[in-house]
């Protein structure tokens, strides 16, 4: 019953399948306490046996965490590819992000104000939890 063979599964399908309310599995996938292991692991196999996972899209627009960082680097593409300490530097980023099951946000921009005029954007639009700043200025803004 996934979306490439019917209807788009629903937290509710989950909910009804492992005999639980919606909010038991919200707080089964959220890592909430006040169920029991047994009750979780009944709702993460209903998950599992429908092809059902939680949006990322509908938890940030319930204000839950959003498990994005963003990384704005003001350098030309061309140049980035130069610099071997970048490259080292998001390689060691994804791999600790991805150990916490986290994505990276990357984006080059050309001066300043483009870098702080994204890095609020994706934060005001909830795209990013979080943000790696890096080639700190005086006055930075």
């Not at 629903?10 to 639980?20: M, P, Y």
Request: include cysteine; aromatic fraction near 6%; glycine fraction near 10%.
């Amino acid at each position: 019953m996934t979306a490439l063979h019917g209807p788009r599964v629903t937290i509710k399908d989950v909910a009804a399948r492992a005999g639980v309310s919606k909010g038991a599995v919200s707080l089964a996938f959220n890592h909430k306490p006040g169920l029991s292991e047994a009750t979780r692991d009944r709702i993460f196999r209903a998950a599992r046996e429908l092809g059902w996972a939680p949006s990322l899209t509908a938890r940030s627009l319930a204000g839950a965490r959003v498990d994005v960082v963003g990384l704005a680097i003001c350098r030309p593409a061309r140049v980035l590819g130069l610099e071997p300490f970048y490259m080292e530097f998001v390689s060691g980023v994804e791999s600790v992000l991805t150990e916490h099951s986290c994505s990276l946000l990357l984006r080059l921009v050309k001066n300043l104000d483009e870098e702080a005029g994204l890095l609020e954007s994706w934060w005001k639009g909830r795209q990013i939890g979080g943000s790696i700043l890096v080639d700190f200025r005086e006055d930075d803004p």
